[in-house]
Each structure stands twice: as structure tokens, then as C-alpha cells.
């Protein structure tokens, strides 16, 4: 599926992680709502921070005001950890084939979507994420109604597609409703890689 200006890996016969190339790494993310590149260790990384001097917590509400530049990264992350949905991201963590690594991995990434909202909550002195914009925050609840089922029907089809690998016809079914499903995902989520 063409989802970027350039081919999906780095390297055209390497097909590894190492060679993905950021714009598919992001959109697989968004896809399954995650949204993990635009949020992850963000949490971690102000809790550590404020907790080596508590006074710090006032230092950065001061930036969150004064400074564009800090004001446009925290916006940015609210705006990422509101269009994540980590009850249909764990849906989707389900697919992976190795339960062990699954449980361990969800466990880590929802530990710290929460750490981050909580630490970027108190950094913008709010209870609610994108407060400061509420267009914005109406605009991405109106979508869920249409994402959220569009996002369960995806996972029914990679399942199908996942069962009836080894047969082309059904492979064929399969696959035209799932990639019709990432472009409708992509569309409702906007800005997506």
C-alpha cells in the first residue's frame, strides 16, 4: 500500500525492522491507535526530571506558558495521547503470536500513556487533555464514533486474512475490505505519518 512518498524500507531487499523507514513505522501506530511515536517516553522523561527537584514542576508550567516552542510540543502530545485508544490498541496487541512478549510489552506502553498523561495534565495545569483547545478536542470526539468501529472491523479482517493465508481466493477476499480499512483509519485519524 502506497502510504508515503518513499518506498517503505531504506534498503529494497532488506525487509527488517532496521530498514523501515519512519512514515510506516508511525502509520502502523497510528493505524492500531496506539499513536506511540508521538507520545512514548515523554511521561518518563518529565517525571525523572521534577522528581530530582520538585521545584522544577513550576519551571515548566512557566515554559508551558511562555515558551512556543514547549507550548506547541505539549499541544502536540495531548493531541496524540487523546487520539490514542489503548482498550483497541491492547485489541490490537492481541494479534502478536507471542502471548508472553504481548502482555509484557502492552503492560510497559500503557504504564506510560498514563505516566504521560498524568505528568503532561499537571504540566498544563489542566484535568482534561487539549483543554486549551476545544475545537480541536470536539473535533476528535466526533470522529471516535466513526474510528472506533471502522478499527474493530479491521481486526476481524486480519484475523480472516491471517486464517486463510495459505488459500489466494480467500486471501483475495480478504484483502481488499483490510486495505480499504487502513485508508478509511488513516483518513479519520488525520495526521497519521
Known sequence: MNIGSRPSHRKAGDRSIKSVRAIGWVFAWAQSRFTLPAWYGIGTALSRWVEEQPERLVQLQQM???WPFFRALLSN???SLSKADMGIAANYAELC????TTGHVYALIFSEYQQTVRQVLSLVESDVLI???PVLALSLRRRQPYLDPLNHIQLMLIKRYR???DDAEQVSRWQ???M???SAISAGMRNTG
Not at 97 to 100: A, G, K, S, V, Y
Open 64 to 66: 508551558y506558558r511562555d
Open 131 to 133: 483543554s486549551e483547545n
Open 97 to 100: 503470536q507471542q502471548r508472553l
Open 77 to 79: 502530545t495531548q493531541m
Open 176 to 178: 481488499d475490505p483490510l
Open 180 to 182: 480499504r480499512t487502513i
Open 163 to 165: 486464517e486463510s493465508i
